[in-house]
């Protein structure tokens, strides 16, 4: 057995395929763990579990393996998954993968949040750092799921100091192969856009994303970061790169269009429609800092990249 | 979006040079939204209204270079004062300064109009906003008195109202200069005779101006009249103490400040030859 193994949840999206590629590459036996199918076989050795985070399955593979290091990229931002069933997967079932790196003596613990949980609002400081406060869950309370996680896993930052916990809440995750809901968003024909208004938006290409939650793996520095790409750029220029149509719609009528269209096309649910609206610049400034790390791919380039292998 | 918008708007020679004269180190956009480019269109449209006003500017090379917040008396209904003393910095400091101009919390509810100020430099007036900007070594406008300031009544002319305490907060966090300005002539540009208060509260702004030419003129009655501004540039003032101090010290402060700009309104209208 290595003696490094990272247990890695979410191992069916992108972004978890993509950092135990590189893991096992730098000598890590790596666990896979998903809620979801793993429908496309993983391309590296790797031994991979579909469980619920919160089912006592997941506690058997944490004993069998002995994770040296926890990376739970695996919250839900799956929206049309029942809030029900988020709430299991992304509160309980976080709290029990957290819980188990701590029992089993994992030295390392990486947890992936969102920057949603700032939410988009007009008082927001530009740029966004870590202290501030969470306002999302005063616009829209489907996001309350997202917050517990979040502030779950900054309790284990200072709880359990043994295991040394990260906390990345990234910007927009674009990526040619991701499906999430932004990538998905940004290859559509027709793209809404806010009547009269134009936010600056801000991107991270999975590579680089890939990259940071690699550095601070390796790392020992602990505490909350905000993680994205190079600079930032106005939502309208981001379609068309991106060369969707914009579709100007008054916000109250954005709303009801992503209602709508979510049904037939990948689209962002309805109460992010904010986020189109009022910026929510983050700083990576700590994160730099810290770990003395920086993005490469510029926003432009990371929205090209996210749809010009699947509109050819 | 407003490239479609202001297609139409022929670019000034004159602001392209000073803005491509300012090492901004922005290549598309800034985190807060401001496009050099963009702004170039942006200006020359401010550059017409400036025009109109046809400003007389005194005092511009005390604006000095690095981080500063430039603070004016707000007046005339609407601010155009702002976008004189902004127009002015650009064009007539040398070198060109941009200013950041500070708008009300409001602003960025402004459907068409945030961005297109976004794009020109305009950022909220927030205080971590303003002092990373001050920190990144850039020029502040801030009207001190705020809404309450440009909202004046006619009774109340060039009397300044209270100063907030933000911006002498801000100067001594960051060991940042004010050069006080004074702006004569805004006043008489848009005339309010009183302001209707429930009216603003219906529509959600700040005043609702009664213009004495409303019963001949209708709302024509709110195209800013042809006055003529005086702007003063006053030297640079440097203040020093904590910046957290109790409220009555920063009022101390924060009253020099406000006596110099109401001393030079006393004597920009003293020796100004009229109002047009």
Redesign the interface.
Known sequence: MPAKVALITGIAGGLARDVGRELQLRGFGVVGVDYRPTTRPLDYPATVYQANYNKTKVEDIFRRHQPSHVLHLGRVGNLKEQAGKRFDLNVVGSQKVMDLAVRYGARRLVVLSTFHIYGAHPQNHIPIGEDDPLRAGGDFPQIADAIQLDNLALHWVYRHPEVRTVLLRPSNVVGAHLHNAISGFLRQRVIPVMLGFDPMVQFIHADDLCDAVLTVTEHDAVGVFNVTGVGALPWREAVAIAGGRALPLPSSLAAAYLAVAGRFAPALPPYLVNFFKHPCIISDAALRAAFDWEPRIEQAEAVRRTVTDTRA | ?LRDLLGTVAEVPEIARAIDAIPTGVT??????FSPEQSKLLYSLGYRAYRYFRPVIEGIENVPSGRVLIVPNHSGQLPFDGLVVAVACLLQAQPPRLVRPMAE??F??L??L??ALSRAGV??G?P??CR?LLEAENAILVFPEGARGSGKVWSHRYRLVDFGRGFMRLALQTGSRIVPVSVVGAEESIISLTDVKPLARFLHTPYFPISPFLPLLGPLAYVPLPTRFYVTFGEPMRFEGPFDDEDEAIDAKVRVVKDRVQSMIDEGLAKRPGVF
Do not use: I
């Open positions: 979006m598309g956009y800034d985190q807060w939204g919390r409001w960025p509810t459907p068409f945030n961005v950022v909220t927030d971590l906003t990373n």
